[in-house]
């Protein structure tokens, strides 16, 4: 599998960050790419707003969703990108999409809300309740996560033990003392613990990192972005895969059970 990295600042105008997608979309079809990832909610951004994800929230049969379908049917590939749709109670979902010739072939509600380090994603954003879908790319199986989820081996690991190859991560990743470590480590460290591939993309700009990258699964960065806008490419091989996976059999060796996702009451009990 060819996979293309597309990274850029998020604006303000959900317009201009459409004619961005399809431009990345595509470029990376130019490139030869079976598969394209993009950040983290990219509709809109806006540091000095944190309400905007809400403002701008749009169903998935909305305009920005229903263009780019539009522009995936002119395209031999997948691409994977975040956004934010309309909640209940004033809120909004964090959801990962994946387009592929005019339709959704896969969704995911995000899971963990990044309430850490002074930020309260929670505030305007509803939890996902349900373990992300997995589905085919090139012939390799394709698992989702978002930015934040990366800090919680259990969803790789599931992931993972469901039949991953590639977990798939965009991100906007908050800039931070240690915090430009803490993404290569984790990132690193997921596609490690799985013998998978991990293929993160972060947003760049004034408030977050960039620095998107691929990690093969013995732990080898095989691509990676700087600090601003880019497309990078990398090859992702089945065989390195099996090779890991026959050399370091973790997910076989492992002592503990499959991870599961745990109830509301139990997600809120705290330790004594």
């Given at each position: 599998?060819?996979?293309?990295?597309?990274?850029?600042?998020?604006?303000?105008?959900?317009?201009?960050?459409?004619?961005?997608?399809i431009?990345?979309?595509?470029?990376?079809?130019?490139?030869?790419?079976?598969?394209?990832?993009?950040?983290?909610?990219?509709?809109?951004?806006?540091?000095?707003?944190?309400?905007?994800?809400?403002?701008?929230?749009?169903?998935?049969d909305?305009?920005?969703?229903?263009?780019?379908?539009?522009?995936s049917?002119?395209?031999?590939?997948?691409?994977?990108?975040?956004?934010?749709?309309?909640?209940?109670?004033?809120?909004?979902?964090?959801?990962?999409?994946?387009?592929?010739?005019?339709?959704?072939?896969?969704?995911?509600?995000?899971?963990?809300?990044?309430?850490?380090?002074?930020?309260?994603?929670?505030?305007?954003?509803?939890?996902?309740?349900?373990?992300?879908?997995?589905?085919?790319?090139?012939?390799?199986?394709?698992?989702?996560?978002?930015?934040?989820?990366?800090?919680?081996?259990?969803?790789?690991?599931?992931?993972?033990?469901?039949?991953?190859?590639?977990?798939?991560?965009?991100?906007?990743?908050v800039?931070?003392?240690?915090?430009?470590?803490?993404?290569?480590?984790?990132?690193?460290a997921?596609?490690?613990?799985?013998?998978?591939?991990?293929?993160?993309?972060?947003?760049?700009?004034?408030?977050?990192?960039?620095?998107?990258?691929?990690?093969d699964?013995l732990?080898v960065?095989?691509?990676?972005?700087?600090?601003?806008?880019?497309?990078?490419?990398?090859?992702?091989?089945?065989?390195?895969?099996?090779?890991?996976?026959?050399?370091?059999?973790?997910?076989?060796?492992?002592?503990?059970?499959?991870?599961?996702?745990?109830?509301p009451?139990?997600?809120?009990?705290?330790?004594q």
């Open positions: 599998m060819k996979v293309a990295l597309g990274q850029f600042s998020v604006a303000r105008e959900w317009q201009a960050n459409l004619r961005t997608c431009d990345l979309m595509q470029q990376a079809q130019a490139g030869g790419a079976d598969l394209l990832v993009l950040p983290e909610a990219v509709m809109a951004q806006d540091s000095t707003d944190p309400t905007l994800s809400v403002k701008v929230a749009q169903p998935l909305g305009p920005f969703v229903s263009a780019l379908l539009t522009a049917r002119a395209f031999a590939m997948t691409t994977i990108l975040g956004l934010h749709v309309p909640a209940p109670a004033g809120k909004a979902s964090n959801v990962v999409i994946a387009l592929r010739d005019g339709a959704i072939v896969a969704r995911y509600h995000k899971l963990h809300l990044y309430d850490a380090f002074a930020m309260q994603e929670s505030r305007n954003i509803q939890a996902g309740d349900t373990v992300p879908p997995l589905f085919a790319v090139a012939g390799m199986t394709v698992g989702l996560m978002t930015c934040y989820d990366i800090r919680f081996p259990e969803l790789a690991g599931r992931l993972a033990l469901d039949g991953a190859d590639v977990l798939v991560l965009p991100s906007a990743w800039r931070g003392p240690l915090k430009e470590r803490h993404w290569e480590v984790l990132v690193t997921r596609a490690l613990d799985n013998t998978c591939y991990l293929v993160a993309v972060g947003e760049c700009g004034p408030r977050n990192i960039g620095q998107s990258l691929v990690v699964p732990g960065a095989i691509a990676k972005a700087a600090e601003t806008p880019a497309l990078i490419f990398a090859h992702l091989d089945p065989a390195r895969v099996q090779q890991a996976r026959q050399a370091l059999p973790v997910l076989a060796n492992r002592r503990f059970a499959r991870p599961e996702l745990a109830p009451a139990a997600r809120d009990l705290k330790p």
